[in-house]
């Protein structure tokens, strides 16, 4: 899809999708690797936004399109935040602390997002919770969420009705489902978003995230 650079804000890809081909995704990683080679030793969440908008910025200048990939975060650490789940868990940065995080974004009519939630069921019964967080942030509200859980059973802690935590602390800017995968510190060292809607999505959800956990466990 081809942009008017002329009408092209900083703001308006924050609500458009467009598929990745493979190139497009080496191209985005090669303008992160180039722009901003040492961003992954310290730095914020804020700056990684910043960093991301100036990934899109310069393929929109050099190729006329932009693909919202949510990778260009790797690197940076999560936002400062606080929210309560469902059963009134206080999530916080030092709660997460000391495990390796999955932080989902979804709502609950996503097709995609409903079709992965087996898939992080899996990851769940594979690698427990002694060494991850599991953490769901829902648009929805709690009694839709309760209602929608009675069906799709989901072994996460879920934080809800968090418009506002979306778009203000993790000034999301990505569709839906993405996915994060945090370190024991607090940094983003995996970033995936977009996914299946069909009968390969489990398989597909799991390729995507479960050699980085492996790795990270590994280190």
């Known amino acids: 899809m081809s942009f008017d650079l002329s009408k092209w804000s900083l703001f308006s890809f924050l609500i458009i999708l467009i598929a990745c081909s493979t190139k497009e995704t080496a191209q985005i990683k090669e303008v992160i690797s180039a722009d901003d080679t040492d961003h992954a030793e310290a730095s914020n969440y804020a700056e990684g936004i910043a960093h991301c908008k100036k990934v899109f910025d310069h393929m929109l200048k050099t190729q006329r399109t932009a693909s919202s990939t949510a990778d260009c975060l790797i690197g940076y650490d999560l936002p400062v935040f606080k929210a309560k789940t469902l059963t009134g868990k206080e999530v916080t940065n030092e709660y ?6 999955l932080i989902n974004f979804w709502f609950t009519a996503c097709r995609p997002c409903i079709a992965e939630i087996p898939g992080f069921n899996d990851i769940v019964n594979k690698y427990g919770d ?5 953490i769901s942030i829902g648009r929805d509200d709690k009694q839709e969420v309760e209602d929608f859980l009675e069906e799709h059973p989901w072994k996460f ?14 000034m999301f800017m990505w569709g839906y489902p993405t996915t994060f995968l945090v370190d024991e510190s607090g940094k983003i060292i995996h970033a995936i978003n977009r996914g299946m809607s069909g009968p390969t999505a489990v398989e597909y959800l799991k390729r995507r995230i479960v050699p980085h956990i492996d790795r990270a466990l590994n280190q």
Request: glycine residues 4%; proline residues 4%.
């Open 157 to 170: 802690d879920h934080i809800v009705d968090a418009e506002p935590l979306i778009k203000e602390e993790f």
């Open 130 to 134: 002694d060494k991850l967080n599991y």
């Open 96 to 101: 997460l602390k000391g495990k390796l995080t």
